[in-house]
Every structure is written in C-alpha cells, then in structure tokens.
C-alpha cells in the first residue's frame, strides 16, 4: 500500500464548474500536507500547503484536511482550461507524493 | 530570488555510463531533496540533504547516490546506468526546518539511457 493515495483519473470538470480532488495517507505521524500542480512537462508547482485540520482557502482553491479521517481534498471553484493539469498530493515527514489527479477542464 | 536551477537539462548516455547531474537550491535554503519520475511509477523520492548530510533516503539501489556541498548545492550520480534509470530527475529546495517547510522545484534533468 502506497503512502499517499489519489485517484489518477482523468477527471473531467465543465469550465466554470468545481472540481474536488481526494487524498488520503497512511502515516498519521505526517502533520503537513501540500497540493503541487505539475502541466505536462514541466515540474511541480506549489498551490498550497495546509497542517490544521478544516479548511483553508486562497483564491480559488479550498485544501480541506481532516486528520481522524486521514484524507486531503482540493477544491478548485470556477475551473478554468488552464487548471488542465495534473495535481499532486503530498505528507511532509519523508516527503511522500500521490501519483497524481489528472484534472481536465472542457471548454 | 532566483528559483533552483538544475544542470543540465537533458542528457543522452548509454548503458553501462554513469552520470552526475546538478542542482542549486534558492538561496538561504539548507535542504535538498531528488526525486525520480517516470510515467510508470509517479514521483519516487531519492534522499535528501540538509546541511551537506543525508538525512532521508527512499528505496533506491546504491547505483544512486548523492552528496551536499557547503554552499548547499548538491550533485546526484547514477552509476552503471540502466535503461530504467531513464526518466525525469527533479530536484527540490527548502528551508529543511518546520512543519510548514515547503519543497519547490526546479524545473529536471531529463535523462535518457539508450
């Protein structure tokens, strides 16, 4: 069993449309979370970290973290063509990364 | 601030080579960590250095290995290189300190073995 689960997808989101994003971990030792976006080709992009449980907001991402539960999701509101990308979860201690949600806006 | 720079960013070797591949963290930061990522099996965490010592290392064979210099910078070799060791090496940077310490990347060394 892998350390950081996401599902790989695609997941397919309308323009303008709310995309929702699951991770869940196994170490409950680990007290940090982060959400890299990656494009094709290129590298991983910080969008946020969170480390208390609720929810934290900036722009149009929501990380939401829920520590009896043991999973992080990602919400990305008004989803754009250019959010088109894969989104990358990972838990602090030794760094350990999901194998990614790849997130496709449609026009 | 300059961003973590890697050197360089494509590289064609053979079989049996070795390779030694480069990475300059954002200044001020202490640690550096590598990660391999191929289609197949996602982003897979090498080591990490902090303060020119390995602190963490992921499940890699001893063909991998790395070190940090005092100025932070820190170089990865791949010894007797495999067709498998083609992918894309990335290198991240932080403060190595603190719940909150953030990893940002730089932009990889795409290696192809043939």
């Known amino acids: 069993q892998k350390e950081v689960e996401q599902n790989s997808g695609p997941l397919s989101v309308p323009e303008g449309a709310i995309a929702s994003l699951n991770c869940t971990y196994s170490?409950?030792?680990?007290?940090?979370f982060f959400w890299y976006r990656q494009y094709s080709g290129k590298s991983p992009e910080l969008i946020m970290f969170?480390?208390?449980?609720g929810d934290k907001e900036d722009g149009r991402f929501t990380a939401q973290l829920n520590k009896a539960s043991q999973y992080v999701s990602l919400l990305i509101r008004d989803s754009q063509p250019s959010d088109s990308a894969t989104y990358l979860c990972?838990?602090?201690?030794?760094?350990?990364f999901g194998a990614g949600t790849q997130v496709v806006v449609t026009p | 601030k300059a961003g973590v720079t890697q050197t360089p960013r494509y590289l064609i070797k053979t079989r049996g080579q070795q390779v030694t591949l480069s990475c300059s963290p954002i200044?001020?930061?202490?640690?550096v960590s590598w990660y391999q990522q191929t289609p197949g099996q996602g982003l897979q965490f090498l080591f990490e250095?902090?303060?020119?010592?390995?602190?963490n290392k992921g499940n890699f064979p001893g063909r991998f290995s790395g070190r940090q210099f005092s100025n932070s910078r820190s170089e990865m070799n791949v010894s007797t290189l495999e067709l498998g060791d083609s992918a894309l090496y990335l290198c991240?940077?932080?403060?190595?300190?603190?719940?909150?310490?953030?990893?940002?990347f730089g932009p990889g060394t795409r290696l192809t073995v043939l």
């Open positions: 250095y902090f303060s020119e010592t390995q602190r």
């Open positions: 990972a838990a602090s201690g030794k760094l350990q």
């Open positions: 200044s001020g930061h202490r640690s």
């Open positions: 969170i480390y208390s449980n």
């Open positions: 991240a940077s932080s403060l190595g300190r603190g719940r909150t310490d953030t990893q940002y």
């Open positions: 170490d409950r030792g680990s007290q940090s």
